[in-house]
RNA sequence: GUGGGUAUAGUUCAGUGGCAGAACGCCAGACUGUGGCUCUGGAUGUCGUGGGUUCGACCCCCACUACCCACCCCA
């Protein structure tokens, strides 16, 4: 017997019903995105290699130790090969069709987003996996078009908010943080490395390690003794310009005015290199270690670390995998039903042929149909209906043939009534 | 990349150094026109993979792989 070829580590299907929970998530973010219009974009899955590493950041662990990157051979001896890498995330990919395109030149800002595969070569857990999908959105343009505003990071993080009540996901938070520019950063770094280099010695050799690599990390760590330490450090809020300050306080502002919570975490610290002014994240509880659903913030200089023209920016990505764990977590409602409304049940000999064209009549009124097999058990046919997951089951038998009455039974109720052929249509459009 | 746990039927899981098990599910019949009940019968497995110890291994030992949880990182 051949081996049975299995997904490969940290990939995996996702099988039906699951896909119709994936279905409404996807759906209601695109209704989402269309009423702040946002528009979609499709970016390729693999990228030069040179996007993420000039983008993203050479240091950071994405970078350096998780992207599946491969030699793509030469076409021609004179040509050299090109290192290429699958995507593992979004956002500068889309800078690059926003450079590539010029679509700044329209004075415009753009407004994007998308949904797709990422990949990361990560360990699997709990929410984590190597192919795994986010949902994100991007505005961004030339600062004409308002793309510095304020107004912006305040929208971006609104629209997430209704997203998250639309789809019923209740028990989340929102944290924020201004990590400042780029110079604000720099500065920031130098004085928690001054700072830690007394009192290092006394925290976790986890913070040890960190204090030499990235004192910024320092302050995401969660053991109880190292605490106090963490507190007394300096705060980034210490740190900002008066432009950056103000931005942050304006972002403030008007999340106050529409009412949105929100804690301000000194000691949020993302990642991705290109982060300047707002940051964000939406956590979760029920997701184990893997908390964050979604998280984002500004990027004012990512474009002009591509090669583009000025162009500030605000984004954020959804991990969809995490997001439908969540979904379930809270036991909401409103995720539609996409099995058969009605099980047509052809019952007696002969009854298949007769059975076929009611069901193409149904399905040509746009209802969801299962057609059964015949059989001489109406038991069989409950039964097939049942675990079809059917609202309503139809018999189309001789009686039913010669008297031009259909019976038509909800299942969950039992109840049943007697339809003329042509009345059935209707009948299933106008129940729900 | 590091640590811990797990791997037995379609699923959830028991189990013992000596014949491979339960529940649920599935199939058939009782039962050829109105179910969800009941009864009867049935099928299902390289006990994750490869080695080793042993008269004998699903069980003990080693390695590997996968998954889960956590660290790390992030969405």
Redesign the pocket.
């Known amino acids: ?1 051949a081996a049975v070829i ?7 299907d996702i099988l039906p019903p699951d896909t119709a929970l994936w279905q409404f998530v996807e759906q209601a973010a695109r209704d989402i995105f269309h009423r702040y219009d946002f528009q979609e974009i499709r970016t390729p899955i693999f990228e030069d290699t040179q996007l993420f590493a000039r983008g993203v950041g050479e240091e ?3 970078v350096s ?2 992207m599946f990157t491969w030699e793509d051979r030469a076409r021609a001896q004179s040509e050299k090969s090109q290192s290429l890498t699958l995507r593992p ?1 979004n956002t500068a990919g889309v800078v690059r069709a926003y450079i590539e395109h010029k679509m700044g030149d329209t004075g415009k800002l753009q407004k994007l987003y998308y949904i797709g595969p ?1 990949f ?1 070569r ?8 190597r192919q ?3 949902i994100g959105a991007e505005a961004l343009g030339p600062p004409s078009a308002g793309s510095e505003s304020p107004a912006r990071d305040a929208e971006i993080i609104s629209m997430l908010a209704h997203l998250l009540r639309e789809v019923g996901i209740k028990e989340w938070t929102l944290q924020l943080n201004s990590v400042g520019c780029a110079s604000d950063r720099a500065r920031y770094n130098q004085a928690l490395r001054e700072a830690l280099a007394g009192v290092k010695d006394e925290m976790c050799a ?1 913070c040890q390690r ?1 204090a030499e690599i ?1 004192p910024l ?1 320092v302050l ?3 053991v109880p003794e190292d605490q106090p330490i963490i507190e007394s450090l300096p705060k980034i809020s210490e740190y900002l310009d008066d432009p950056c300050r103000e931005h942050f306080n304006e972002v403030k502002k008007i999340l106050n005015h529409v009412g949105i919570r929100y804690q301000v975490n000194e000691r949020m ?4 290199d290109y982060y300047t002014r707002t940051t964000f ?2 956590t979760h509880g029920g997701l ?9 913030g500004r990027y004012d200089g990512l474009s002009e670390a591509l090669g583009g023209p000025k162009a500030p920016g605000i984004g ?7 997001f439908v764990l969540a979904l379930q977590a809270e036991e909401t409602v409103g995720i539609p039903d996409l099995s058969p409304r009605v099980y047509i049940a052809p ?3 002969g009854m298949n042929a007769e059975a076929a064209v009611i069901a193409r009549d149904l399905r040509k009124q746009h209802i969801p149909t299962e057609l059964g097999d015949e ?6 046919s ?2 097939a ?3 079809g997951g059917a609202k309503y ?1 139809l ?1 189309v ?5 010669a008297s031009g009455q259909f ?1 038509l ?6 109840e ?1 009534i007697a339809l003329k052929r042509e009345e059935i249509a209707l009948k299933l459009k106008t129940t729900t």
């Not at 299995?6 to 995996?12: C, E, L, M």
């Not at 184990?288 to 998280?295: D, E, H, K, R």
């Not at 954020?316 to 995490?322: I, K, N, V």
């Open positions: 017997m299995k997904s490969v580590r940290g990939t995996r950071t662990d994405i130790k998780e995330e990422q990361r990560e360990r699997p857990q709990k929410g984590r996996y795994f999908y986010q986890d960190r990235n990390r995401d760590c969660k610290v993302r990642g991705l994240e939406f184990g270690a893997q908390s964050a659903l979604l998280g984002g954020f990505a959804l991990g969809l995998d995490r019952l007696g000999q059989t001489f058990r109406a038991k069989k409950f039964e209906a049942e675990r089951i018999f038998g001789e009686n039913e043939i019976a039974k909800e299942l969950k109720t039992g049943q």
